[in-house]
């Protein structure tokens, strides 16, 4: 069973910084896609960032320019460094993972979440 953890969460003010880490239990050259999702309080569940295996990157219209998302293979984690936090960002961020395997099935992984409050 794969296992996603994720850390870094934590209350910010406005305009800061933070940094989110997800930390797999296998080799992230096994994913596919890598990334992470956001899910605000009474809101729908969100893609914030994602990787591909070849490194593609690719961002939600909200926070593009403000996070960068990379790949650690070396640590098998990948990072997602939010900067310019707004309220808005205020949700809870979850590391997500998928592969297709060599018969096409698709399988899907989460983390357990990581809360991120941005309040004066």
């Known amino acids: 069973q794969v296992q996603l953890v994720e850390s870094g969460g934590g209350l910010v003010q406005p305009g800061e910084s933070l940094t989110l880490t997800c930390a797999t239990s296998?080799?992230?050259?096994?994913?596919?896609?890598m990334g992470w999702y956001r899910q605000a309080p009474g809101k729908e569940r969100e893609s914030v960032a994602r990787v591909t295996h070849g490194g593609r990157t690719s961002y939600g219209d909200s926070v593009r320019g403000r996070f960068a998302i990379s790949r650690d293979n070396a640590e098998n984690t990948i990072i997602l460094r939010m900067n310019s936090l707004k309220p808005e960002d205020t949700a809870v961020y979850y590391c997500h993972a998928y592969e297709v395997d060599s018969s096409g099935r698709l399988d899907d992984y989460w983390g357990q979440g990581t809360q991120v409050p941005v309040t004066p």
């Open positions: 296998r080799s992230i050259s096994n994913f596919n896609v």
